[in-house]
T-cell receptor, first 107, second 113 residues
Framework: DAKTTQPTSMDCAEGRAANLPCNHS???????VYWYRQIHSQGPQYIIH???NNETNEMASLIITEDRKSSTLILPHATLRDTAVYYC????????FGTGTRLTIIP | EAGVAQSPRYKIIEKRQSVAFWCNPISGHATLYWYQQILGQGPKLLIQFQNNGVVDDSQLPKDRFSAERLKGVDSTLKIQPAKLEDSAVYLC???????????FGPGTRLLVL
């Protein structure tokens, strides 16, 4: 399975854009990049996924580099409710979760 | 649409006791997963069902864990007998036939004393 590397933790000021990086240098051409988040005491919540093109939905934007070796999840206007652990996963038949990035939104 | 339902939400048992968790997936979702999440770690896949058949149970400790999905809808995960190291959150997820995205339930938090 393609491994992902994420920073252990990040802080972001409320109202600012939160940019969460992920490295996946061993990704294969047909593997999707998925992002989930897990708010304390809840199950993981799907955010967004992409293959090659940048993607945007009501929650976030996903920017994937042209060589697909890294991606960035962007929360455009972070709120306190966005405080969570964010997981970047390369989907290869199954979801293999790492330890993710603990994002803290600062008031 | 309703999400993945799990019960109970919390369970405390003593070691060597038995425990069962229940999951009701999103309506129409043929694929169902059980994950174990130990504190401070990401979820780890235990077993995957496609309808009522097992697709992958390679990470399931079969000496004490069992799971079934008899009618291809609800599923039950059982631990018998429980050990202290089984203390974790047990998550159920489901996926639709033409989708790759898994949707998770709220989880059952198990504490083994």
């Amino acid at each position: 399975d393609a491994k992902t590397t994420q920073p252990t933790s990040m802080d972001c000021a409320e109202g600012r854009a939160a940019n969460l990086p992920c490295n996946h240098s061993t990704i294969s051409g047909n593997e999707y990049v998925y992002w989930y988040r897990q708010i304390h005491s809840q199950g993981p919540q799907y955010i967004i996924h992409g293959l090659k093109n940048n993607e945007t939905n009501e929650m976030a934007s996903l920017i994937i580099t042209e060589d697909r070796k890294s991606s960035t999840l962007i929360l455009p206007h972070a709120t306190l409710r966005d405080t969570a652990v964010y997981y970047c996963i390369v989907l290869n038949e199954k979801l293999t979760f790492g330890t993710g990035t603990r994002l803290t939104i600062i008031p | 649409e309703a999400g993945v339902a799990q019960s109970p939400r919390y369970k405390i048992i003593e070691k060597r006791q038995s425990v069962a968790f229940w999951c009701n997936p999103i309506s129409g979702h043929a694929t169902l997963y059980w994950y174990q999440q130990i504190l401070g770690q990401g979820p780890k896949l235990l077993i995957q069902f496609q309808n009522n058949g097992v697709v992958d149970d390679s990470q399931l400790p079969k000496d004490r864990f069992s799971a079934e999905r008899l009618k291809g809808v609800d599923s039950t995960l059982k631990i018998q007998p429980a050990k202290l190291e089984d203390s974790a959150v047990y998550l159920c997820a489901s996926r639709g036939q033409l989708q790759e995205t898994q949707y998770f339930g709220p989880g059952t938090r198990l504490l083994v004393l």
